[in-house]
């Protein structure tokens, strides 16, 4: 089976390309390079010994998806292309909805005109707002995301929703990723945030390795365990595997799947830094700063649609995820550029 993966030299792309390959399948990944490097790849090939094919083009580029589809015989899409910085979301809006809603938009018609009709897309736990319950079930309502790059995956899923409603031959699956993190356990692939990083882990490992002086925390002030935020940490090679599960089912399946990809606990961000430090065997300092705008107290998932219609399940530890990260930090202090 051959599929196209869309955004497959980013972060969760290219640890999911790694793992199509592993398990026999063809991948042309489309990117733009926008937030990532083709080095991805290259340490992609130097894992399992395979390669995905490289086209370096957009997601919004018709003519250029319509050449993908005539070229090759696709089976199914796996749709990571997109930007996912929300403070920049906010700063930037119309280029998130361009690159994700146009985007995606722009790919299903491309699809449907080619009679691809599988899709898996990356969506978001950020789309659940701030539920008044956890762990978080995929039968929750949506809230009101609070910027526009949790605007825009709340509005692919809803036009995901009604393209599978208007025409029964798709089969589209929508991940709710909880909080990825860590890397491949080679070391030789993780996540390479361009800039300073805005999510946490990425943040502590960037402090310990000496790029970064020291971590703010933001607020202690919290109804949780220790009065810092409390998320789900997911290992990205867990997600990966997830999506294998999901292509997999929705081959089977028509319509709209929803489904939870997240561990089911819950760490604060102490917890996560002393697990950190644990890990790496050095300190993180840090600096307790106000509450940032728009951050829940706690979000976890309830992953059990997934174990028991997927078959999926995450196994790796938060120690192991900080085991991970510290290798492809410490490995490679610069990212992919050394
Ligand atoms: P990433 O930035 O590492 O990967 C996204 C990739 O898409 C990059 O390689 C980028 O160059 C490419 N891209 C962006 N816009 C494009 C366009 N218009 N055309 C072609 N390529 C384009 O991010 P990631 O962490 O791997 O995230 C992958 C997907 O998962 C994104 O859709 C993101 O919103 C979603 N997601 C990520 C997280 C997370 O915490 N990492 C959480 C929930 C959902
Ligand atoms: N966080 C923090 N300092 C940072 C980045 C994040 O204290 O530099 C906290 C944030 O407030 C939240 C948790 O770490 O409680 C996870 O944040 P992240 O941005 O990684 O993911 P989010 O859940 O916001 O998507």
Redesign the pocket.
Known sequence: MKILV??G?????SHTTLALLEAGFEVVV???????SDAALHAVEAICGKSALMIHG???DRPLLDRIFQQHSIDAVLH?????AVGESVRKPLEYYE?NVC?SITLCQAMAAAGVFRLVF???ATVYGAPEQMPIREDFPTGTPTNPYGQSKLIIENVLRDLCAAEPKWSIALLR?F??IGAHASGHMGEDPSGIPN?LVPYISQVAVGSLHELSIFGDDYPTVDGTGVRDYIHVVDLADGHLKALQSISTRSGINVWNLGTGDGYSVLQVVRAFEQASGRSVPYRVMPRRSGDVAECWADSSKAQKELGWKATRSLQEMMTDTWRWQSNHPRGYQG
């Open positions: 869309t955004g030299t980013g972060y969760i792309g489309l990117d733009n390079l926008c937030n990532s957009d997601v919004c990571f292309a997109g930007l996912k690159s985007g990356s969506s978001s990723y909080n990825p999510n």
